[in-house]
């Protein structure tokens, strides 16, 4: 499966950096999921869990504070203030 470049950064450092194949979290708007090649946007991040599914097909359940998502040229960004893998 194709996947896209991933990068969660907290006021902490960065929690994720890598390749993902799928990333699933609540915007503003509501539920969104993310695959390789997904079209430009950018939207505010609830406080939710999200799940990254990882180039190697291992699952990451994750819970983020909240914060700025943002996607463009195949690849992925969120800046939130809490983020917790686990």
Do not use: W, Y
Request: hydrophobic share 40%; aromatic share 6%.
């Amino acid at each position: 499966m194709s996947t896209f470049h991933l990068t969660v950064s907290t006021s902490a450092g960065r929690a994720f950096d890598g390749q993902a194949e799928r990333v699933t979290m609540r915007g503003a708007n509501g539920d969104f999921a993310v695959l390789a090649n997904h079209a430009p946007f950018m939207t505010l991040v609830k406080p939710c869990e999200c799940v990254i599914t990882k180039e190697d097909g291992q699952t990451l359940t994750c819970h983020s504070g909240g914060g700025v998502f943002q996607v463009a040229n195949n690849n992925a960004t969120l800046l939130s203030g809490e983020f917790t893998i686990g």
